[in-house]
């Protein structure tokens, strides 16, 4: 069976840590990516990148509408090594909490959890008030990692490529994909 790992892009600022992360997955670690690409994401990707959703699209094995509810990621007799919404909106966040797989993103995500595997959600709104974080403990009591793309210092980023590499070299650390985007904590010098 082949390396698998469904990726979402959702609405919240930040796409380019999904965008890097396919990158990665793809001609780095050589992952069959499934991806859903939110309507939101649509229109923050134009916004915030020069990347046409098409191109982002074209890096991913799959890729799905989020009304494509019949997909294969839909159902857990789709084996992956688990998701990552990233970026992750509160309003994925929330229909990850409540079970509400009324689009492909949030079901995917369900799916993930019932059959408990990882399932990374790259949260990027600030700040939370107590009903996010609220969302944010439920999906973690479910087996969910809630992961803030918050940047590490104490590798000094050069750029905000330097920050992004490090957040997505965690993330698929956490996963148990070995990179080199990312230093670990050697201790204080």
């Given at each position: 069976m082949p390396e698998r790992l469904v990726v979402g892009i959702?609405?919240?600022?930040?796409?380019?840590?999904?965008?890097?992360l396919l990158e990665v997955l793809r001609d780095v670690l050589k992952v069959e990516t499934h991806l859903v690409i939110t309507t939101a994401a649509r229109q923050t990707i134009s916004q915030e990148t020069d990347w046409a959703v098409k191109d982002i699209e074209a890096l991913a094995h799959t890729h799905y509408g989020n009304n494509e509810i019949g997909a294969t990621i839909a159902s857990g007799s789709f084996t992956t090594r688990g998701m990552v919404i990233i970026p992750c909106?509160?309003?994925?966040?929330?229909a990850v909490a409540q079970s509400f797989s009324g689009e492909l993103i949030s079901r995917a995500a369900d799916v993930t959890l019932k059959e408990r595997r990882p399932l990374i959600l790259?949260?990027?709104?600030?700040?939370?008030?107590?009903?996010?974080?609220?969302?944010?403990?439920?999906?973690?009591?479910?087996?969910?990692?809630?992961?803030?793309?918050?940047?590490?210092?104490?590798?000094?980023?050069?750029?905000?490529?330097?920050?992004?590499?490090?957040?997505?070299?965690?993330?698929?650390?956490?996963?148990?994909?070995?990179?080199?985007?990312?230093?670990?904590w050697a201790g204080l010098r």
């Open positions: 959702s609405g919240a600022s930040g796409v380019i840590y999904g965008i890097r909106s509160i309003k994925t966040l929330s790259v949260v990027r709104e600030t700040p939370f008030h107590l009903g996010h974080l609220r969302l944010m403990t439920q999906v973690t009591e479910m087996g969910g990692l809630i992961f803030p793309p918050l940047p590490a210092f104490y590798m000094r980023p050069k750029a905000i490529d330097d920050i992004v590499n490090n957040t997505v070299g965690r993330v698929l650390a956490r996963l148990g994909f070995d990179n080199d985007l990312f230093k670990e």
